[in-house]
């Protein structure tokens, strides 16, 4: 089973674009059933930026119940090394911080134990009602590109498996870096990513200097992500006003094409559900993208 959708419902970017119809772009309810009536699947980005709210999350299983849709949810900023958006959270947990008065950004090693602990609390309580209803596909830990091969990042990888484990989350992880796929560490890392149970997240990225190559294998028999961020070189790594303009990029049929080859023979044959994400969310791109995966791999809603 491929289920295709795109990182996201709710862009601005696309509610301005005019892919929803009149009535429906400021109405959270008829948003989500227009987009579930469309695609099988998103990928919640929100909860990346802030601590996600259980009454969000029963929220969504009431919009979709009747139909056969699952939320994949990116894991909070400081579940992946981040850090985080002081003025983001709770005023409790602000409180915790050096600075409590802090309202930008706090790298992770300013962070206290003791809140990164409620904070994975917090993320994984919050979810439940996805989880029990069925309606939680995978969760995306998706890390920076300064989380490298070392001994504390493969330890952390094994703690992110054991805690999103026994929270009955399906923990995905994504690498933002290319050292990850070098020929002497990439052998070990996809033998450990199978040993901790983590689905290994292939990227279709830019071909630029230090982004992570397209490397389709697959290390969970439950489930394989294919994120596809677009091809626009100059934006990868630029800091752009607005997260969506650096995966400002239209794909063409031949670059779809490629894409459903590497689904149908890499990667649907191996797993129970192959997850197809476009994240190239600038206005319609990701939607159209998303659209023309499902025609050209003869998939229906």
């Known amino acids: 089973m491929i289920r295709v959708g795109t990182a996201s419902w709710t862009d601005p970017t696309l509610l301005e674009a005019g892919w929803y119809p009149p009535g429906v772009k400021n109405d959270a309810k008829k948003r989500l059933r227009y987009y579930a009536e469309r695609f099988n699947t998103v990928e919640v980005d929100s909860t990346y930026y802030a601590i996600p709210r259980r009454r969000v999350a029963e929220l969504w299983v009431e919009r979709t119940?009747?139909?056969?849709?699952?939320?994949?949810v990116k894991a909070y900023s400081a579940l992946t090394r981040h850090g985080v958006e002081a003025r983001a959270l709770p005023k409790d947990l602000r409180a915790l911080l050096p600075n409590p008065e802090a309202t930008g950004k706090v790298?992770?090693?300013?962070?206290?134990?003791?809140?990164?602990?409620?904070?994975w609390r917090r993320f994984f309580k919050a979810l439940e009602p996805l989880r029990d209803a069925g309606k939680l596909g995978y969760t995306l830990f998706q890390f920076p590109p300064w989380f490298k091969p070392s001994?504390?990042?493969?330890?952390?990888?094994?703690?992110?498996a054991t805690r999103a484990q026994g929270a009955g989350h399906l923990?995905?992880?994504e690498f933002r870096h290319a050292s990850w796929?070098?020929?002497?560490?990439?052998?070990e890392v996809r033998k450990l990513l199978e040993e901790w149970g983590l689905v290994h997240v292939v990227v279709d990225a830019p071909r630029a200097k230090g982004a992570p190559p397209l490397v389709p294998?697959?290390?969970h028999p439950e489930a394989s992500v294919l994120r596809c961020h677009g091809r626009n070189a100059e934006t990868w790594w630029a800091k752009t006003k607005i997260a969506a303009e650096r995966?400002?990029?239209?794909?063409?049929?031949?670059?779809?094409?490629?894409?459903?080859?590497?689904?149908?023979?890499?990667?649907?044959?191996?797993?129970?559900?192959?997850?197809v994400i476009f994240n190239n969310n600038y206005g319609l791109e990701?939607?159209?993208?998303a659209h023309m995966f499902m025609e050209r791999a003869g998939l229906r809603r």
């Open 247 to 275: 995966f400002d990029y239209w794909y063409s049929e031949e670059e779809i094409d490629e894409l459903v080859e590497v689904a149908k023979s890499k990667l649907e044959p191996k797993v129970k559900r192959l997850y």
């Open 151 to 160: 001994e504390d990042t493969y330890g952390y990888l094994k703690e992110v």
């Open 181 to 187: 796929y070098r020929e002497d560490v990439w052998p």
């Open 107 to 119: 790298p992770q090693s300013q962070l206290p134990p003791e809140l990164v602990e409620e904070t």
């Open 286 to 289: 990701g939607v159209a993208a």
């Open 217 to 219: 294998e697959v290390t």
């Open 65 to 72: 119940l009747d139909l056969d849709f699952d939320f994949n």
């Open 171 to 173: 923990p995905a992880v």
